[in-house]
């Protein structure tokens, strides 16, 4: 009989992670870079190097610069410039004084016909936070111009919203999460939305909907499960009842059935735990070996 041990620090961890899954940190991405750099100081690279002089050096900065604000520039230049530039920004001491200088052309590069250049500068200025910006973003996750027309995909546009949780229009992700363009959007305005009364039945209705993609379904039952656990239950227990092992839900639905933190409800999910257990035993091998990686990954 297969047991589900309850990890309750495991699955606070696991909580606190789940909405920057994906996406890396301001704070980490600047920590690694810098480390990286001091690993490279008794024995530099020549790209280190060179990206140390140019940091210190307001001139070549101003040429990179200047390189970006250039019509006549190809697009291999300016991605190279705006490359340099990017990588450079968060430890170059000279950088801050040519900073307006940098963010208007930032801004320049906006509508920039070439998809990487015009990513690369949305992306750069989320990461400041700057206000113009992020106001292009939120004009654009609302807009019902078709994706590959749009300037920043939906889903690209919330996950730079991301860096700025100040900036996060919730109505919009929650409507985003009703109607997605794509799978895609659904699962970074799942990322992003908080967990809340105020958002558990849509995120109840999109769990049990298996038309939807499992990527986006099994954040779920963990962030549901002391939401509302006695409706959670419920849930689980439809789920199981009209799916069985057809639903790849199944083994993400268990791991939020032995997180359940509350007591009160012991008995019920007492029975929705043995209701798991009859179908994991009745299962073929490879569906155990698949329960056992989600419930106990670090073994």
């Known amino acids: 009989m297969m047991m589900f041990p309850m990890n309750l620090t495991q699955t606070k961890i696991y909580l606190l992670k789940l909405k920057s899954r994906f996406k890396m940190e301001t704070s980490e991405y600047k920590s690694k870079l810098l480390q990286r750099i001091q690993d490279n100081k008794k024995s530099p690279s020549i790209e280190s190097k060179r990206l140390l002089e140019i940091a210190k050096d307001e001139n070549k900065l101003n040429l990179l610069i200047n390189i970006l604000n250039d019509a006549d520039q190809s697009i291999d230049k300016k991605q190279d410039a705006l490359n340099v530039l990017n990588a450079i920004s968060i430890f170059s001491p000279k950088l801050p004084t040519t900073k307006p200088a940098f963010v208007n052309a930032l801004r320049g590069l906006m509508a920039n016909e070439n998809r990487n250049l015009r990513l690369t500068a949305f992306s750069c200025l989320a990461i400041m936070k700057d206000e113009i910006a992020q106001e292009r973003l939120k004009e654009l996750i609302v807009s019902s111009e078709d994706e590959s027309a749009k300037l920043v995909p939906t889903h690209q546009a919330i996950a730079m919203l991301g860096y700025d949780e100040k900036a996060l229009d919730y109505d919009a992700l929650k409507e985003i999460a009703k109607n997605p363009p794509n799978n895609q959007s659904l699962i970074e305005a799942l990322r992003h939305l908080p967990f809340d009364a105020d958002t558990f039945n849509l995120l109840q209705t999109i769990m049990e909907d298996d038309t939807k993609p499992i990527e986006a379904r099994s954040m779920l039952p963990e962030i549901l499960n002391n939401l509302d656990t006695e409706a959670f239950l419920n849930s689980t227990n439809r789920i199981i009842k009209n799916n069985g092992l057809g639903d790849d839900l199944v083994p993400y639905l268990a791991k939020g059935v032995v997180s359940i933190e509350t007591n009160y ?35």
């Open 265 to 299: 409800l012991s008995d019920k999910v007492e029975e929705t735990k043995s209701q798991l257990i009859k179908l994991v035993n009745t299962a073929p091998k490879d569906f155990k070996e698949k329960m056992n990686r989600i419930l106990f990954p670090k073994k």
